[in-house]
T-cell receptor
Framework: KAGVTQTPRYLIKTRGQQVTLSCSPI?????VSWYQQTPGQGLQFLFE???????NKGNFPGRFSGRQFSNSRSEMNVSTLELGDSALYLC?????????????FGPGTRLTVT | AQTVTQSQPEMSVQEAETVTLSCTYD???????LFWYKQPPSRQMILVIR??????QNATENRFSVNFQKAAKSFSLKISDSQLGDAAMYFC??????????FGKGITLSVRP
């Protein structure tokens, strides 16, 4: 079974631009969560999607948004990029929110904002 | 809100020796899971071991085992026969009813040959 895939793996953007990151979960998994990892703040939960609905949202500004498609693939979007948005963005999938104890992570997307 | 604390930022162990990584957590929930994740330089987050709160028996996975003290809210990871490939950042994490993972700050483990 293929693992969680994230595209692109690396991205360089300029302040003020917007960016879209993609996550394809493991086949059969319908829950996707997103996390931001920075040296200063560590790993922080962004949001979780299940069956195309956002179930949970972390404490991030409205510039961070996401969505999930009917095939369970998820995208997250960051608008009006700031230098502080430079981070590794990880997504994780599980078969359902009730099986959150079996979350599998993708390799991450490294976003650099200049 | 749940919190996870890893107070040691770095540890070092000699190859083939045993090392214990500490973690404490705080929660008011009775049903939850605790995890140790490994993140090597490749940045891929890998699940090392998982413990269900209602199970008294400590989880083990080959050279990895945990010491789960529910009353003390302590969850340490023991790595036996340390190998060079064990060098990585290790994160302790918690998940409960809301299914999101709450992570500690992580600890960098180095293995000396």
């Amino acid at each position: 079974k293929a693992g969680v895939t994230q595209t692109p793996r690396y991205l360089i953007k300029t302040r003020g631009q917007q960016v879209t990151l993609s996550c394809s979960p493991i086949s059969g998994h319908r829950s996707v969560s997103w996390y931001q990892q920075t040296p200063g703040q560590g790993l922080q939960f962004l949001f979780e999607y299940f069956s195309e609905t956002q179930r949970n949202k972390g404490n991030f500004p409205g510039r961070f948004s996401g969505r999930q498609f009917s095939n369970s693939r998820s995208e997250m979007n960051v608008s009006t990029l700031e230098l502080g948005d430079s981070a590794l963005y990880l997504c994780a999938s599980s078969s359902s929110p009730h099986n959150a104890y079996e979350q599998y992570f993708g390799p991450g997307t490294r976003l650099t904002v200049t | 809100a749940q919190t996870v604390t890893q107070s040691q930022p770095e540890m070092s162990v000699q190859e083939a020796e045993t090392v214990t990584l500490s973690c404490t957590y705080d929660t008011s929930e009775s049903d939850y899971y605790l995890f140790w994740y490994k993140q090597p330089p490749s940045r891929q987050m890998i699940l090392v071991i998982r413990q269900e709160a209602y199970k008294q028996q400590n989880a083990t996975e080959n050279r990895f085992s945990v010491n789960f003290q529910k009353a003390a809210k302590s969850f340490s990871l023991k790595i036996s026969d340390s190998q060079l490939g064990d060098a990585a950042m290790y994160f302790c994490a918690y998940t409960g009813a809301n299914s999101k993972l709450t992570f500690g700050k992580g600890i960098t483990l180095s293995v000396r040959p």
